[in-house]
């Protein structure tokens, strides 16, 4: 079926009662990773997409075993050449309660994470001055401005890569005061991963604790007082991310990019040294 349709738009996100709301069908994707079966393709007010269940290909595992590599390429197997990400984050300023919502306009990568690179193509770095595509960026604005609830934009996502955990307070501290908004763990490698493949990538996150509501939580354990962990469901954050991905596709203007495609730096003719000194 795939190669009859081509999705306009790429999505990463969870959302059960959207792919059942549109009759989305399922289909598998090869890639040279091993096929991906999580992908689901369909009409969406009219624009047809793509749905990539999520990040986890089999068993959940940390961050830094996730192959965002072969995520990005059945992305761009498919045909499509934008991409939206969806994510669940952390909350770093203690005044942004559980719940925000945030379209993300840069990032910082604290690294950890590997890129596996084919030794037989050229290599190439990402241009990443600016990560996430403007065009795709503001008209998810535009959408996210018609929500119910307020949704920050611009926003800077901190990510570190591979430990399985979440933040110590000290670095929530440093973050905050850097003035930097959410942190998580997926979405620098992906980012990158799309513009190495010159895809238009952009993202929207909601977070789903704050830090004045884990240590009240430690607290509460410290003076053994029952009280459940300060975390909203992962479910009801995500239903607000989706709210805005519909919102978008509702009012989606197609456009050509001639940006994203080129920011690329390609090292055609690395040599290991001089020809000349194998004589």
Known sequence: MLKDFKPEIAIIMRSDEVIEKFGLKRITINTSFGPVHRCFIGYIYEVP?????????????????????????????????????????????????????????????????????????????????????????????????KMPFKVKENAIYVCFNGYPRIETKAELDFYNKQGWDIVGQTCDPEATCARLNQLCYAAVAVQIDDPSGRADYIDSLKKDIAKSAYVESIKSCRERTTKIILQFLKDYKTYNCEICSKMSRKNNNFREFPDSFYD
């Open 49 to 145: 997409v793509l749905i990539i269940y999520g990040r986890f290909n089999g068993e959940k595992v940390p961050s830094s075993q996730i192959n965002f590599e072969q995520t990005i390429e059945a992305v761009k197997n498919s045909g499509a050449k934008k991409l939206i990400g969806t994510f669940v984050v952390g909350g770093i300023n203690p005044n942004m309660p559980q719940g925000s919502v945030y379209v993300l306009g840069n990032l910082i990568g604290a690294g950890n994470y590997n890129i596996y690179w084919n030794q037989n193509t050229p290599f190439h770095n990402a241009e990443m001055y600016e990560p996430f595509c403007a065009e795709l960026t503001d008209q998810l604005c535009e959408a996210s401005r």
